[in-house]
């Protein structure tokens, strides 16, 4: 059998399936903080290219627990993240009239 290398946060009950399969395995567990936040970050860029390459709800959802898992690693609570999302529509506005910005000519 060959190895194949993942080296990257999965879902909790990985290591059970692979193991239900009868499949041998190495994992880590991650206690540091600043290299938990480090791999969420790179699991965050993960599943945003493959929604990118499937454009389908499941995975954006995968996105979305990231994004909460991060969330909780870093202690910010939902509201605090809607109070700067208010602060950031009220500013700036959303993105509902779909402007794209193809140039600005500067001074």
Do not use: A
């Not at 059970?16 to 206690?31: A, H, P, T």
């Not at 709800?57 to 809607?82: A, F, P, R």
């Amino acid at each position: 059998m060959k190895t194949i290398e993942y080296n990257k946060l999965v879902r909790d009950k990985i290591p059970d399936i692979i193991e239900k399969k009868g499949l041998k395995y190495e994992i880590e567990l991650l206690s540091d903080f600043d290299e938990i936040n480090e791999w969420l970050k790179n699991k965050l860029f993960e599943e945003v290219i493959e929604f990118v390459e499937n454009e389908n709800l499941d995975e954006l959802s995968d996105i979305w627990q990231v994004i909460l898992k991060i969330m909780d690693h870093n202690s910010i609570n939902t509201m605090d993240l809607y109070d700067k999302m208010s602060k950031k529509l009220e500013e700036r506005g959303g993105f509902d009239k779909n402007i794209l910005l193809r140039w600005v000519e500067d001074k």
